[in-house]
Antibody, heavy 120, light 107 residues
Framework: EVQLVESGGGLVQPGRSLRLSCAAS????????MHWVRQAPGKGLEWVSG????????GYADSVKGRFTISRDNAKNSLYLQMNSLRAEDTALYYC?????????????WGQGTLVTVSS | DIQMTQSPSSVSASVGDRVTITCQAS??????LAWYQQKPGKAPKLLIY???SLQSGVPSRFSGSGSGTDFTLTISSLQPEDFATYYC?????????FGGGTKVEIK
């Protein structure tokens, strides 16, 4: 069974940094692209970032470009999101999601999320 | 960036009703479209990919259609477990983008 478990969320002050992790199991991690998607409280879904299976290609939402960095460690079956210069509008539940099937940019399944709250 | 516009934003329906949700892309995305279902307090679940392909394990009452800029998700006979919020997502190009969501509520 595929499992994605996010961690690293919490309360952080504006301007500070946080690193999210996603531990993957139940599939061959280095065969698949991975993504981060967030959802602000009571709002819709926003794709944040994605990374190819070999880290050769990455992409970012305009809202986080230059502040967030996605990475992965295939030896550890882990995905990461380094978030710098955090803003109040980054407050959200952050989901880790696996590439669905053969296409890299659909998501299935998703983890249960880790909550990031940016507030002074 | 490609903007995804969903309508309606909410719909009230009864069990057994046929429900249709539309999604429009701001530019052509061929068939690079997915639909997700999200229930309160849960992670989203992939229903449809490539505009019309049913994800494994998803009931056949769900179907998708369209290509280019206009897409539709149809639930042929609404079941109690289908009351949820539905999102479309374009997978054509970065940045990947979602529609604003459609909440399907009990009438």
């Amino acid at each position: 069974e595929v499992q994605l478990v996010e961690s690293g969320g919490g309360l952080v002050q504006p301007g500070r940094s946080l690193r999210l992790s996603c531990a993957a199991s139940g599939f061959t991690f280095d065969d698949y692209a991975m993504h981060w998607v967030r959802q602000a409280p009571g709002k819709g879904l926003e794709w944040v970032s994605g990374i190819s299976w070999n880290s050769g290609s990455t992409g970012y939402a305009d809202s986080v470009k230059g502040r967030f960095t996605i990475s992965r460690d295939n030896a550890k079956n882990s995905l990461y999101l380094q978030m710098n210069s955090l803003r109040a509008e980054d407050t959200a539940l952050y989901y880790c999601a696996k590439q669905a099937g053969a296409a890299p940019n659909w998501f299935d399944p998703w983890g249960q999320g880790t909550l990031v709250t940016v507030s002074s | 960036d490609i903007q995804m516009t969903q309508s309606p934003s909410s719909v009230s329906a009864s069990v057994g009703d046929r429900v249709t949700i539309t999604c429009q892309a701001s530019q052509g995305i061929s068939s690079w479209l997915a639909w997700y279902q999200q229930k309160p307090g849960k992670a989203p679940k992939l229903l449809i990919y490539a505009a019309s392909s049913l994800q494994s394990g998803v009931p056949s009452r769900f179907s998708g259609s369209g290509s280019g800029t206009d897409f539709t998700l149809t639930i042929s006979s609404l079941q109690p477990e289908d009351f949820a919020t539905y999102y479309c997502q374009q997978a054509n190009s970065f940045p990947l983008t979602f529609g604003g969501g459609t909440k399907v509520e009990i009438k």
